[in-house]
Structure formats: C-alpha cells, structure tokens
C-alpha cells in the first residue's frame, strides 16, 4: 500500500499544492526526506512564480502528476547540512532553481551542463532518485542535494534576486553562449515580460547596445525610460521593422505566444542568431531562402547549468541585476496566477513565503 504524502519522509512540511486541472492551489500538508549527507536543508524565504508553474498546476504541458507543489526560483536560509557536505553551513542564504537531480555521468553533466541532462529531475513534479515525487518551493522548507544548491552573494537581495534562478539564468546563459556578451554588441529583446525585462537588463551590464521588440505600444515607456534600453520597436509595425534591417548581433526572443519570426530575421546582421527562449505552442515556420541569404542561425537555449548559475548570481550582485517584482503573500497565490495568465504584472510576482505560509 502507498504512503500518504505526509507520511513517506519523515520530516513533516506543509505549503500549497494543485490538486486538479483546475490548478487552484490550497495549503497541503506533506513530508520531505531526512538530511543526507551531501543534502542540504533550508527554511524557504522567498519563492518567485514562473508562468510554468501554471502550466504544471493546470496540466497544461500533460506531465502533471497531482498534487503538485511548484516553485523553482527559491531562496532560503540553511537549517541544516549532512555529515558531507562540504560548501555550506548552517545560517548561509542559498537559491535551488529549476533542478536538484541529474544523472551525474553523461556528457552534460560532465561540461557542467546539467540542464541538458536526459534523466534530469526538475525540482517539482518528477520522481526523485528514491522514486517520490519531488515539491517545490510553495512550502516552508527544501532539501536538495548540495551540488543543487547555490550560494547566495552577499550584497543579491533575497527577493528581488529570487527570479534571477529561472528567469535569469535563462537569458543569462544564451548572451554568454552566443557571445552577446561583449560590449559594442548589438542585442534585440522579443517581449518585455518576466523573461524579457531581465534579458534586457543583463544584456545592458554586458555593455550591448539593446533594442527591445514588443507587439505593445504602452510598453515604450518601460522599455526606454525604467529598463534603460537603448531602442524601442513595435515588431507589428514594418516601417519601424524596416529601420531596424540588418542591424542586430543577436535576438532573445523570449515570447510563448505564437508571433511571426521572418521579420524578426531580417533585423539579423549576416551570421546573426534568433535564439528561443520562450515557448511557442504551434511550431514556427521560417523560409529557409532568409536563412541562407545571411548565414543567420536559429537556435534555442534552456536553463543554465549549476556553475554557469553560480556565475550568474555573482555577475548580477557585481552589475545590481535584480528582477521587478510584487512582493505577495502566499494567500494571494490564485489571484497572482490568474493576473500571470493576463500578463498583468510587472515583471514577476515573488511569494513572501517565511512571513506568510502558517502551519495548518
């Protein structure tokens, strides 16, 4: 006979959990494993929510296994270490983000990275190496094995930093590796959403010239005058897209929704690169003749890995590279998710989780 969740660890735990596609989230009570000796545990203090955690409450992705506890954008501090650990102790402030298991022995995680490791265990919703499930960060505390577990810069804001371990280091890692990184590059942005705004404040540190492409007039302002880009283009309008022809390094495009990609190739310089981001639900179509006319490159990029994560975290506390946020308690999780799915925050909502989440 299964155990109950409350029941399979033995350290008792209690956050909020969809039950139903619903994706309605309620307090739930439930347990979490004993410290091993590389694991590390740690009081959740702040939990930032990133649009896929609604698509995994609501099974939109058709994965969802019920309940489901989100949140990988964590930040804590250390209750406790295991006989072997060796990189942190009690009291330090830490981040988990999108993982806290991989295999360990193939060629990604050999190159340090573990984000495109084929058994990768995401840090909720997955069945863990002992076979549960694994909960994420909605929930009073975490244990994570220590190689999943990152050091927190002293001078990185717990909250406002919280997003950087999704958000961030996703379009942190393709600038680095398509090597928009450099000052004098010349960088575009598509959306101006939660990955969006940090694609472009990263982009800035590096010293790239940054011109933000966006179907939202409104969102000029934003762009120019609080994110500090360089440029502003509404990607609807082919005289604005035609000023900007053969102008750019590289593209972020950061956006889920289904969008045109053809004009956003021809704003690419020869050997520029559109890299995805975001996730759009029906396949792309591009006409090959734009590619090959240019030598233009079309790629994707996930979540970085463990190390380059660490980089990240260090870069943006050196550069002041924070996430806009709303600070939330964790009752107001429906609403927030329901102002998620109409865009209507800005840029990302992080749940106050130690002031708020009470023990049912």
């Given at each position: 006979?299964?155990?109950?969740?409350?029941?399979e660890?033995?350290i008792k735990?209690?956050g909020?959990a969809a039950r139903?596609?619903?994706?309605?989230?309620?307090?739930i009570t439930?347990?979490?494993?004993?410290?091993?000796?590389?694991?590390v545990?740690?009081?959740?203090?702040y939990c930032?929510?990133?649009?896929?955690?609604?698509?995994f409450?609501?099974?939109e992705?058709?994965?969802t296994?019920?309940p489901?506890?989100?949140?990988?954008?964590?930040?804590?501090?250390?209750?406790e270490?295991?006989t072997?650990?060796?990189k942190?102790?009690?009291?330090d402030?830490?981040g988990?983000g999108c993982l806290?298991?991989?295999?360990?022995?193939?060629?990604?995680?050999?190159?340090?990275?573990?984000?495109?490791?084929p058994?990768?265990?995401?840090?909720?919703?997955?069945?863990?190496?002992d076979?549960?499930l694994?909960?994420?960060?909605?929930?009073d505390?975490?244990?994570?094995?220590e190689?999943?577990?990152?050091?927190w810069?002293?001078?990185?804001?717990?909250?406002?930093g919280?997003p950087?371990?999704?958000a961030?280091?996703?379009?942190?890692?393709?600038?680095?590796?398509?090597?928009?990184d450099?000052?004098?590059?010349?960088?575009?942005?598509?959306?101006?959403?939660?990955l969006?705004?940090?694609?472009?404040k990263?982009?800035?540190?590096?010293?790239?010239?940054?011109t933000?492409?966006?179907?939202?007039?409104?969102?000029?302002?934003?762009?120019?005058?609080?994110?500090?880009a360089d440029?502003?283009?509404?990607?609807?309008?082919?005289?604005?897209?035609?000023?900007?022809?053969?102008?750019?390094?590289?593209?972020?495009?950061?956006?889920?929704a289904?969008?045109?990609?053809?004009?956003?190739?021809s704003v690419?310089?020869?050997?520029?690169?559109?890299?995805?981001?975001?996730?759009?639900?029906?396949?792309?179509?591009?006409?090959?003749?734009?590619?090959?006319?240019?030598?233009?490159?079309?790629?994707?990029?996930?979540t970085?890995?463990?190390?380059?994560?660490?980089e990240?975290l260090?870069?943006?506390?050196?550069?002041?590279?924070?996430?806009?946020i709303?600070l939330?308690?964790?009752d107001?999780?429906?609403?927030a998710?329901?102002r998620?799915l109409?865009?209507d925050?800005r840029y990302?909502?992080?749940?106050?989780?130690?002031k708020?989440?009470k023990?049912?």
């Amino acid at each position: 006979m299964a155990k109950s969740l409350e029941s399979e660890h033995p350290i008792k735990a209690y956050g909020y959990a969809a039950r139903d596609i619903s994706g309605v989230l309620s307090p739930i009570t439930f347990s979490r494993r004993s410290t091993g000796s590389k694991d590390v545990r740690f009081k959740v203090l702040y939990c930032g929510i990133c649009h896929s955690d609604l698509h995994f409450a609501k099974n939109e992705w058709g994965m969802t296994t019920y309940p489901i506890i989100p949140g990988h954008e964590i930040v804590g501090v250390v209750t406790e270490v295991g006989t072997k650990v060796e990189k942190f102790k009690v009291g330090d402030n830490v981040g988990v983000g999108c993982l806290v298991g991989t295999c360990g022995s193939c060629q990604s995680c050999a190159n340090d990275l573990e984000s495109y490791c084929p058994k990768q265990i995401l840090t909720y919703g997955f069945p863990y190496h002992d076979g549960t499930l694994t909960y994420g960060g909605y929930s009073d505390h975490m244990v994570a094995d220590e190689h999943f577990v990152l050091r927190w810069p002293e001078n990185l804001p717990l909250d406002s930093g919280a997003p950087l371990l999704c958000a961030g280091i996703t379009t942190y890692s393709p600038l680095r590796h398509f090597g928009l990184d450099k000052p004098g590059m010349k960088v575009g942005v598509v959306g101006l959403g939660g990955l969006g705004h940090v694609a472009v404040k990263f982009a800035k540190a590096f010293g790239a010239e940054v011109t933000v492409f966006s179907t939202t007039p409104a969102k000029k302002q934003e762009a120019l005058e609080g994110l500090k880009a360089d440029h502003f283009i509404v990607s609807k309008d082919p005289e604005q897209m035609q000023s900007a022809a053969s102008s750019l390094d590289g593209i972020i495009d950061t956006v889920s929704a289904n969008h045109p990609i053809s004009p956003l190739l021809s704003v690419l310089k020869q050997d520029g690169k559109l890299v995805f981001v975001g996730v759009p639900e029906k396949p792309v179509e591009i006409a090959t003749y734009s590619l090959i006319m240019g030598r233009k490159i079309v790629s994707g990029s996930a979540t970085g890995g463990l190390k380059e994560t660490q980089e990240m975290l260090d870069f943006a506390a050196e550069h002041g590279v924070t996430a806009d946020i709303e600070l939330i308690p964790i009752d107001y999780l429906n609403t927030a998710m329901d102002r998620v799915l109409k865009s209507d925050v800005r840029y990302r909502f992080v749940i106050d989780v130690a002031k708020s989440l009470k023990a049912p």
